[in-house]
């Protein structure tokens, strides 16, 4: 988490929602982390800030090839 006062994580449901209310790109912001950024992804996001999930990585290069792989849409 790179805020203390962030909001929780609204979910997939609520990216597909807005998805398909607007006509614009999608960027998905807030607790996006491996085990879920494809979830993200499918979603309909077409863009994933994963600042936490890259800094606090062990190898920031590791990870940031990882949530990239993960993130390509099928």
Known sequence: QTKEDANPPLGVKKIREVKTAI????????????TN?????????????????VLKAKDIT?????????????
């Open 23 to 34: 006509g614009i790109p999608l960027v998905a912001i807030g607790g996006i982390e491996g």
């Open 37 to 53: 950024i494809g979830e993200v992804a499918a979603a309909g996001a077409d863009v994933a800030a994963v600042a936490s999930a």
């Open 62 to 74: 590791v990870a940031t090839r990882e949530l990239l792989s993960r993130f390509k849409k099928i």
